[in-house]
């Protein structure tokens, strides 16, 4: 019985998030609901195309909404439901993203528990991104997508 996961980070963001769209939204639901852009619907589109992706049998996103926008295609193709699961969102560092510390990127990775305020330090992703991916992988002879995203999978692919 031969279990087949496709992992996928989502496809091109609308924009960043600094600076480049008015929101009164503080950055942490900017981030979550950051769409995607134009280009980037098209490679999600594009991507569905795929001949390995036709066999899509189960398919998992973030809740975030470029995750879900990139998933949307395959699911839809496959005629399959999305599963939204939390487990498989970003990184949640917990500072305004106008305010980012220098050094802050190089930082979460040289000191796997470093974090600014009360969210999650590299280490805290990891064991959420390990929880999360074992229990879809506990769907045996499945042919599975998971769409997340960027520092999420870092921080799970490290572990392995």
């Excluded at 996928?8 to 008015?22: K, M, V």
């Excluded at 195309?49 to 398919?59: G, Q, R, T, Y």
């Excluded at 590299?122 to 995203?149: A, D, L, P, Q, S």
Aim: proline residues 3%; charged residues 25%; positive net charge.
């Amino acid at each position: 019985m031969k279990t087949v996961i496709y992992i996928a980070r989502h496809s091109r963001p609308f924009r960043s998030l600094f600076d480049e769209y008015n929101s009164p939204d503080d950055f942490l639901l900017r981030n979550i609901k950051n769409p995607l852009s134009v280009e980037g619907g098209k490679l999600a589109e594009k991507m569905s195309d795929l001949d390995e992706l036709k066999n899509v049998e189960m398919f998992y996103s973030s809740s975030y909404v470029r995750a879900m926008s990139t998933a949307k295609y395959i699911s839809e193709k496959n005629n399959i439901n999305l599963n939204v699961d939390k487990g498989f969102g970003e990184r949640q560092h917990g500072v305004d993203g106008f305010h980012i510390p220098e050094g802050f990127e190089l930082k979460q990775w040289t000191d796997l528990n470093y974090k600014i305020g009360n969210v999650e330090p590299i280490n805290e992703v990891t064991e959420r991104m390990y929880r999360t991916f074992t229990k879809v992988f506990n769907n045996k002879g499945k042919t599975i997508m998971i769409v997340c995203h960027a520092t999420a999978l870092m921080s799970l692919f490290r572990k392995y």
